[in-house]
């Protein structure tokens, strides 16, 4: 069965500093693996998506990810925060019928200046 | 482009009133479609999806209903609310070659 489990439910930066949101994977067949932004009262926004093509992705906001089969990991990362980067981040990995995502529990980043 | 819309934004409702949230998809056709909920402080909970017209699987037994009457149309329906369906709803579609999901804006229902 698929499984996401997204390290950290909070997690706090200065404006400016690397942004590392952990998530680690569960899955019983080749996964895709998919990294979405909530702000306040809004829906999910796709960050960035891998697709069993390059592990390295880039996505919008200058965020990245890095797909790591024997950590069974997907972090994202941002080398330098903005204020702008304060929302909910939610990483999801396709379900077994591939018609299906399975989402964290999320982790809400918080930036200070 | 296709778009997905979500009405209404917000919704107060008493407990045991009835509900029903619509969702629709434009710019795509024959799409996959999702209805999630968020309670407060918690993730994404599939409540129900769509792979076609009339056809519904249901993820969590519960209150809730869905029904999907048009190729482009999500109904997300409730004979009687109870406190705990409070939360944001979120509708999503997917027809793409690697499945990711575009979220429409959300539904806000409180039950008092």
């Known amino acids: 069965a698929q499984s996401v489990t997204q390290l950290g439910s909070h997690v706090s930066v200065s404006e400016g500093a690397l942004v590392l949101l952990r998530c680690n994977y569960s899955?019983?067949?080749?996964?895709?693996l998919f990294w979405y932004v909530q702000y306040p009262n809004q829906g999910l926004q796709l960050l960035l998506k891998?697709?069993?093509?390059?592990?390295l992705v880039k996505g919008i906001n200058g965020f990245e990810a890095e797909f790591k089969k024997s950590e069974t990991s997907f972090h994202l990362t941002k080398p330098s925060a903005h204020m702008s980067d304060a929302a909910e981040y939610f990483c999801?990995?396709?379900?077994?019928?591939?018609?299906?995502?399975?989402f964290g529990a999320g982790t809400r980043l918080a930036v200070h200046p | 482009s296709q778009t997905i819309h979500q009405w209404p934004a917000t919704l107060v409702q008493p407990v045991g009133s009835p509900l029903s949230l619509e969702c629709t998809v434009e710019?795509?056709?024959?799409?996959?479609l999702y209805w999630y909920r968020q309670a407060a402080g918690r993730g994404l909970q599939l409540l129900f999806y769509?792979?076609?017209?009339?056809?519904i699987s249901s993820e969590v037994p519960q209150n809730l209903s869905a029904s999907r009457p048009q190729d482009r149309q999500f109904i997300l329906s409730s004979k009687k609310l109870l406190l705990s369906d409070s939360g944001f709803y979120l509708c999503?579609?997917?027809?793409?070659?690697?499945?990711?999901?575009?979220f429409g804006p959300g539904t806000r229902l409180t039950v008092l």
């Open positions: 999503a579609w997917n027809g793409g070659s690697v499945n990711e999901q575009f």
């Open positions: 899955s019983s067949v080749p996964p895709y």
């Open positions: 891998y697709t069993s093509a390059a592990t």
């Open positions: 999801a990995v396709t379900g077994s019928g591939y018609n299906k995502l399975i």
């Open positions: 710019g795509t056709s024959n799409p996959n």
């Open positions: 769509s792979v076609g017209i009339g056809q």
